[in-house]
């Protein structure tokens, strides 16, 4: 049987698009991979009757790509995305106890991505996994992305992980698919997202920041490279780089203020009224969100890769490159300093009375931050630390090649149609059942979107004037 290939590219200079789409038919085989040019993408495999049927749909599939702007290309011609993998070193912590670890979760790969909320533990690794972990250490489920996870976000209820491809992916339910496409030119160094808003921190102190459909709103350049850092809440983003931390009005208007740092910001977290600035300077630094005053100085040993709260800063935590984490009382007074046992922390979260962190070895550590658990590690007793093991039956999931289909004029019971609408030169998603507003728009993959196509989703919940999908996402057709 005779076998063909068409490769195909739609790449926009300055733009989001950077991505290929490959159609190959073999007798009665049809195979269609997609991604972003330079990664291996994902792989589409339909069998038809007859080797004539093969041919007809795969120049339907080629013809569509066509019409929305894609064209034949020479694979490794162009080059991919730019990616920046955070180069850290890890010693041995100085420490003279060991933390109290309840439990230690093994990923594989080097984490940075990890996010903590009232009912479970997620953790995302350089190797493309995002594991979710019950408090208890218990795995519960294991999401499969395309590329490396940069890091784990929330966004109310909702879960997003950023990957290395410069896809966002929503992880909210079972089946994760792309949010957002950040554009090729925008080497992603790290994401956080506010109310269905974007934010982008990159290799070169860029800020860019996309709105819940997937579009660009604004972008800025601060004074230094190597921004690490992206926190966003109603009254600005704030945005930490080599030369300090920058604050922007939420609108991209313009600045509110800047505050030099004592070194360049690896990590950011923050409060309701202060943002904490981790650098390579060995310090944390809390700055008043209103005006940008430094405030509190919290001083550790080495390099700081990571800093976290308390509810309110009430402490603060660190970790150094020296695998030692630390907390502190709220004016600066340092209360411990603890060996991790098990590599440099990465990234951290403090959730009621724990310390969760993610290190250089790959493991999310569970760590008992109690007052009575680090006075007895201090005096050397401390817990038989649980090494957590994932079942071979573990859920696994990844994001979906082909949206499924339901032949039906009617959402099935308790589900929403949204239909897609050219307004102008865009595609938007609104809500066709009832009960809902109708001028709303939905937040819906990109790559999904098609004139009349109608979908059915298992619920829409609405944020800040727009509708997020809960469930899987199906075709009506």
């Known amino acids: 049987m005779s076998r063909s290939t068409t490769y195909l590219e739609l790449s926009q200079e300055g733009g989001g698009a950077h991505k290929f789409y490959e159609v190959t038919v073999d007798g009665t085989v049809v195979s269609v991979r997609y991604g972003r040019i330079g990664a291996a993408g994902q792989l589409q495999t339909s069998t038809f009757p007859t080797a004539q049927k093969a041919q007809a749909a795969a120049a339907k599939k080629i013809g569509e790509k066509v019409r929305k702007g894609y064209a034949p290309a020479v694979r490794g011609q162009r080059a991919a995305r730019p990616v920046t993998r955070r180069q850290v070193t890890s010693a041995p912590s100085t420490a003279r106890s060991v933390a109290p670890v309840l439990w230690r979760f093994r990923t594989g790969a080097a984490a940075f991505g990890i996010h903590i909320d009232q009912d479970r533990c997620w953790v995302g690794n350089q190797a493309g996994d995002v594991y979710t972990l019950g408090h208890d250490g218990e795995v519960l489920a294991r999401y499969q992305l395309p590329d490396g996870v940069k890091c784990l976000v929330a966004d109310d209820f909702w879960i997003y992980a950023g990957c290395d491809d410069g896809t966002v992916y929503d992880l909210s339910s079972k089946l994760p698919f ?8 925008v080497d992603i160094f790290w994401l956080d997202i506010h109310e269905g ?15 819940h459909e997937d579009e660009f709103q604004w972008s800025r350049k601060s004074a230094g490279g190597h921004a690490w850092m992206v926190r966003r809440d109603d009254r600005a983003v704030y945005h930490g780089h080599q030369r300090g931390v920058t604050a922007y009005h939420p609108d991209g208007s313009g600045e509110r203020w800047h505050t030099a740092t004592t070194g360049a910001v690896l990590f950011g977290w923050q409060e309701d009224d202060a943002v904490y600035a981790g650098t390579d300077r060995r310090v944390v630094q809390r700055l008043d969100k209103e005006t940008g005053r430094i405030e509190a100085v919290y001083r550790c040993d080495t390099v700081v890769y990571s800093c976290a709260t308390a509810p309110g800063g009430q402490y603060v935590f660190a970790g150094d490159s020296a695998s030692s984490v630390y907390c502190f009382a709220q004016d ?34 569970c760590i008992d931050a109690s007052d009575a658990a680090i006075a007895a590690a201090q005096g050397g007793t401390l817990p038989t630390a649980r090494d957590v093991k994932s079942s071979a039956g573990l859920p696994t999931y990844t994001p979906s090649a082909a949206v499924r289909t339901v032949v039906s004029s009617a959402a099935p019971a308790g589900g929403v149609i949204v239909e897609c609408v050219q307004e102008g030169s865009r595609l938007r998603m609104r809500v066709v059942s009832g009960g809902y507003e109708p001028e709303w728009n939905v937040q819906f993959p990109r790559r999904m979107r098609e004139v009349g196509a109608r979908y059915v989703v298992d619920a829409l919940h609405s944020a800040s004037g727009f509708y997020r999908v809960r469930g899987e996402i199906r075709r009506l057709v």
Not at 197 to 211: F, Q, S, Y
């Open 178 to 185: 792309a949010a957002y496409e950040i554009a090729a030119s």
């Open 197 to 211: 808003v974007l934010n982008v921190a990159d290799r070169n102190g860029g800020l860019t920041v996309i709105d």
């Open 332 to 365: 600066g007074t340092r209360l411990w300093k603890l060996g991790t046992g098990g590599g440099s922390a990465l990234s951290m979260q403090y959730h009621d009375e724990k310390l969760y962190i993610v290190t250089t070895d790959g493991s999310l550590a």
